[in-house]
């Protein structure tokens, strides 16, 4: 990654990253379906917020010492956007993306006794299950501490789902929002006064 950022720097390119921790994603998995956790519970017990959290900031950290601007995907807990807010105050070029999905729903989805329906939730970074998560983040937006929004549109049906029935592992990544986008920025941002038309425009 280092690598890679340091020839962002060299070119003037924007670098993008999905802030998760592939490794240690992995070997949580593979302990949860050894216990027989086979739902969608398991991809959000796989991926505990901490990582996404510890990713971010590493992220953050190489991107600093390579001096070269960043763009952090969909960001979907509270610790990675106060990562990315705490390294804008020390003046590095961070910009933090949250998506429609985490601005308008939270993990709870993923304990439903209906597999269908919580396997229709499963995107990565997963939805946060602190109910307060998304009002957080539209905070942030309004405050300038997160800078875009977006929605890592990608859409499967319920067939398609089934794919992971007993694996949450291969249940297909991935969740609608570009319809939705610019309803939810407007419902929860505008409509609720948190951020202004203006802002509304800058962010969407």
């Known amino acids: 990654m280092i690598a890679a950022m340091l020839k962002c720097s060299k070119i003037g390119a924007l670098a993008r990253v999905h802030a998760e921790n592939g490794s240690v994603i992995a ?9 027989g956790v086979t739902g969608p519970e398991g991809h959000r017990q796989s ?15 190489l991107a600093s010492q390579a001096n070269c601007p960043l763009y952090v995907v969909h960001v979907m807990s509270k610790g990675a956007a106060k990562a990315i807010a705490q390294h804008r105050q020390k003046g590095h070029v961070i910009f933090g993306e949250p998506v429609a999905a985490g601005l308008a729903l939270d993990g709870s989805h993923y304990f439903d006794k209906d597999w ?34 977006g929605t890592d549109n990608c859409t499967f049906n ?11 592992t291969k249940i297909p990544n991935g969740v ?3 319809e939705d986008r610019m309803s939810i920025v407007w419902d929860r941002g505008v409509h609720s006064g948190k951020i202004t038309p203006m802002r509304f425009v800058q962010i969407t």
Do not use: W
């Open 27 to 35: 070997e949580r998995a593979k302990i949860l379906l050894q216990k």
């Open 47 to 61: 991926r505990p917020e901490e990582l996404e959290a510890e990713a971010t900031n590493r992220a953050c950290t």
């Open 116 to 149: 269908l329906h919580a396997a229709r939730y499963v995107m990565s970074p997963p939805l946060s299950i602190d109910k307060s998560t998304p009002e957080c983040l539209m905070d942030m937006l309004a405050a300038d501490q997160l800078h875009l929004t």
């Open 158 to 168: 319920g067939d398609q789902k089934m794919a992971g029935r007993h694996d949450f």
């Open 176 to 178: 609608n929002g570009v």
